[in-house]
Nanobody, 124 residues
Framework: QVQLVESGGGLVQPGGSLRLSCVAS????????IGWFRQAPGKEREGVSC????????YLVNSVKGRFTISRDKAKNTVYLQMNSLRPEDTAVYYC?????????????????WGQGTQVTVSS
């Protein structure tokens, strides 16, 4: 059974850091690319970052470049999103999903596997 489980969200002050984890089961990170999306109340879902399955290429949306880093640990079948210098506008529910990952974009793949989401709130 394929499953994605996110964790690591929480409340943090502006300028703080969080590390989100996405643990995959039922497949390996060599099989599918993994991406992070976020959705704030009243806003459309936004693709934030991804890492491809085959060559490990990564993508970051412009608004998080220099602040967020995506990585993976194949032994733990886990993808991480390290978020530094957090801003109030980063507040959202963050989801991981299986994706087609490109250098310029990420697209949810046809399999449609998504995690349940983890809330990130940046506020003083």
């Amino acid at each position: 059974q394929v499953q994605l489980v996110e964790s690591g969200g929480g409340l943090v002050q502006p300028g703080g850091s969080l590390r989100l984890s996405c643990v995959a089961s039922g497949f390996t990170l060599d099989d599918y690319g993994i991406g992070w999306f976020r959705q704030a109340p009243g806003k459309e879902r936004e693709g934030v970052s991804c890492i491809s399955n085959n060559d490990g290429r990564t993508y970051l949306v412009n608004s998080v470049k220099g602040r967020f880093t995506i990585s993976r640990d194949k032994a733990k079948n886990t993808v991480y999103l390290q978020m530094n210098s957090l801003r109030p506008e980063d507040t959202a529910v963050y989801y991981c999903a299986t994706v087609d990952c490109y250098y310029t974009d990420l697209i949810p793949d046809r399999r449609g596997y998504w995690g349940q989401g983890t809330q990130v709130t940046v506020s003083s």
